[in-house]
């Protein structure tokens, strides 16, 4: 595999005590406990201040978002949090009152913050009250557009994974031919899937809504964290994540997640069609993003088996599996049997 990275140095090298600098230099003072967090894409540190609060600050990588960007997604959070939706929106900060700061070169910003654990996706009615908040992320989000960020609104983040991929030589010539047939057959029916929803309304969405950017509290319920892959998309983008299970289980998990839902926001039901097709366009995004950062040494030792000849191999199986996902009638909701799920809480609202 050809080794590329775009890795800036000082951003792989970047120390806990520069992050503390760089808190200090917009007003931030740690009493001296700190956690770095985990985090591939960016760096992250969790500092307690004198002040008493806990601050999350995040050091964006570089090259990888524009300022435009970065500004478009803390302005989306703090919308939500001024709708009173639960998310972590950063501060502002320094006498410009900016929530991105900029110090030697690198670009941070800071956030609360959110304790919690993870959701238990099992339970109908904690489905059901995150789809309720995803139907108020969604309204806000249809209130205005973005500009600068990306949209998943076509094949076009899957045709741009491809071309890098090519270019840069990352699966090997031997398996090449197989893997480009059968991603390129993909991508056509991907738009195609997209082309049959012309009128199709497209909103801010969150954009990496998996379980593990939702923390839950018992008495709270859901908050929602990382909007780092804010995109424009369809709503059902933030929701097919939440799915997993035999296609039984998933119907009823969408059951449970749009009564929710839309209590609080409209859902075109035609949105359904595209759950395979978005599932294989984050499989396909996910390949490139592995073979971009492999340069990062984060990389090779989180995912020794990337770029071998055995995941190519499995990811032509893979594609070749999504091309036949993409062919039956779309999932459709299933109210679920008392008797499918546990429930621990029936008044929770």
Known sequence: MSIHSSTDTSFRDLTPEFMLDALESVGLYGDGRMLQLNSYENRVLQAHLEDGRIAVAKFYRPGRWSDAQIMEEHAFAQELLAAEVPVAAPWTLGE?????????????????????????????AVLTWIGRYLGRI???????????????????????????????????????????????????????????????????????CHP????????????????DDAVTGPAVQDLWMLLSGDALSMRQ????????YESMAEFDRRELALIEPLRTLRMIHHSAWLARRWGDPAFPLAFPWFGTANYWNDQVVK??????????????????????????????T
């Not at 410009?96 to 339970?123: K, N, S």
């Open 96 to 124: 410009a009152a900016a929530t991105l700061i900029h110090y030697q070169g690198q670009r941070f910003g800071v956030t609360p913050r959110q304790g919690g654990r993870a959701p238990e996706l099992e339970d109908p």
């Open 138 to 208: 969604h309204a806000v989000g249809r209130q205005r557009p973005f500009e600068h960020r990306l949209a998943w609104a076509s094949a076009e983040p899957g045709r741009q994974a491809l071309d890098w991929l090519l270019a840069h030589e990352s699966v090997p010539l031997e398996i090449r031919p197989a893997w480009e047939d059968a991603l390129r057959r993909c991508l056509d029916a991907i738009q195609q899937a997209f082309d049959a929803l012309p009128d199709l309304q497209l909103g801010r969405l969150h954009g990496d």
């Open 212 to 227: 593990g950017n939702i923390l839950w509290t018992p008495d709270r319920g859901p908050h929602f964290v990382d909007l």
């Open 253 to 260: 998990q969408l059951a449970c997640v749009l009564e929710g």
């Open 319 to 348: 594609l070749r599996e999504q091309l036949e996902a993409m062919r039956p009638e779309p999932i459709a909701p299933q109210a679920p049997d008392e008797d499918d799920y546990v429930f621990w809480d029936q008044d929770r």
